[in-house]
């Protein structure tokens, strides 16, 4: 028998459990703060978000479904992102539960908010870092025979960013000190980034 499980998504996977989100993770979590035309502030995570091009700063997020994140950001077009740590681990799962679009996401989980600098959006005061974002474009996706997706992506520049110094050592943001939470396969499945999950590898070019 052939050793390696091979299968197209479009037929099934053929396994208990769809095993591409557990391969493709540990991923980082968008806490996405947002507000809507109305003035109402709401927050909830997001892990099909990733960091996108650094010069300038660009960071997207997909959201599955028309989610009031999305409806939000293209309301208003600013958002902010709140790194998640194991300190905010359960806040940030209650903000995950769907909430009416005229709830405060914020009072929900008993998060303190605070407001943004450059945007007009609230972000989370005590997280250790927050990233003020502009949209640039809010993109739905679709698969290779163009057949639109109900998901969407949204794609901002970071124009502000807030960093608790005391994350700053020697100048440097410490990652392994922040404990910071990443999103894993199944359903209750987190990671939680220590200084033992550090190594170091120059690039050949270095
Ligand atoms: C860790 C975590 C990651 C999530 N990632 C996503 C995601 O990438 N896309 C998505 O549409 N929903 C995701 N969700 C679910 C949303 O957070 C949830 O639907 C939420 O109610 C959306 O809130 P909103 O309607 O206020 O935007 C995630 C939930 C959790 C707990």
């Not at 902010?80 to 405060?104: E, G």
Request: hydrophobic share 40%; glycine share 8%; aromatic share 8%.
């Amino acid at each position: 028998m052939d050793n390696r499980h091979f299968y197209e998504p479009r037929g099934g996977h053929g396994l208990p459990r769809d095993p591409l989100r557990a391969i493709l993770g540990p991923r980082p979590i968008g806490w996405i703060s947002s507000r809507s035309a109305s003035g109402i502030a709401n927050l909830a995570p997001y892990s099909f978000f990733s960091m996108l091009c650094d010069k300038p700063p660009i960071i997207g997020f997909s959201s599955i479904g028309e989610k009031d994140t999305l409806a939000n950001i293209r309301e208003t077009g600013v958002f902010a992102y709140n790194l998640v740590t194991r300190r905010h681990a359960d806040a940030m799962n209650r903000s995950s539960s769907p909430a009416a679009p005229a709830v405060n996401e914020f009072e929900e989980a008993s998060i303190k908010p605070a407001p943004c600098t450059i945007v007009d959006c609230p972000r989370v005061a005590d997280a250790p870092v927050n990233l003020e974002c502009r949209l640039v474009d809010i993109h739905q996706l679709s698969d290779a025979t163009g057949t639109p997706a109900d998901a969407w992506l949204t794609i901002g520049e970071i124009v502000g960013v807030h960093i608790d110094r005391a994350f700053l050592h020697n100048g440097m943001f410490d990652t392994a000190a922040a404990g910071i939470v990443l999103r894993a396969g199944y359903a209750a499945d987190y990671f939680e980034v220590g200084p033992e999950a550090a190594f170091s590898m120059r690039r050949p070019t270095d």
